[in-house]
Nanobody
Framework: QVRLVESGGGSVQAGGSLRLSCQAS???????IGWFRQAPGSKREGVAA???????????YYPGSVKGRFTISQDNAKNSVYLQMNSLKAEDTGMYYC???????????????????????WGNGTLVTISS
């Protein structure tokens, strides 16, 4: 069973940056991998996803709330996915989860409710707190 482990969360002031990492326990095949977040009292929402075409490249997806500030990347040699978060705002506060699954890119691109779709793997999350 593949395990996803997030790291890199912490507390920073508004305007600062954080880089989250998602480490898979082993190499595995997936259609799409990405990041969700959940603020206290709010539903989980997608913030970034990447679909790899192999040597042909990849496509990335972001909701408007983070586009231009967040960047997702992956390093297949390290079985890792990263989320670079810049110009952080107080509303970016929440638990950030790494996940992988066939519907993930569509969920992020169309801002769908992830609870309505089955993802193959979820991490346990890493907490991001932004103070204003």
């Amino acid at each position: 069973q593949v395990r996803l482990v997030e790291s890199g969360g912490g507390s920073v002031q508004a305007g600062g940056s954080l880089r989250l990492s998602c480490q898979a326990s082993e190499a595995f095949s997936y259609n799409c991998i990405g990041w969700f977040r959940q603020a206290p009292g709010s539903k989980r929402e997608g913030v970034a996803a990447i679909y790899s075409y192999g040597a042909s490249g990849s496509s990335t997806y972001y909701p408007g709330s983070v586009k231009g500030r967040f960047t997702i990347s992956q390093d297949n040699a390290k079985n890792s996915v990263y989320l670079q978060m810049n110009s952080l705002k107080a509303e970016d506060t929440g638990m950030y989860y790494c996940a992988a699954g066939q519907p993930l890119c569509t969920v992020v691109e169309r801002r769908l409710d992830p609870s309505q779709y089955k993802m193959d793997y979820w991490g346990n999350g890493t907490l991001v707190t932004i103070s204003s």
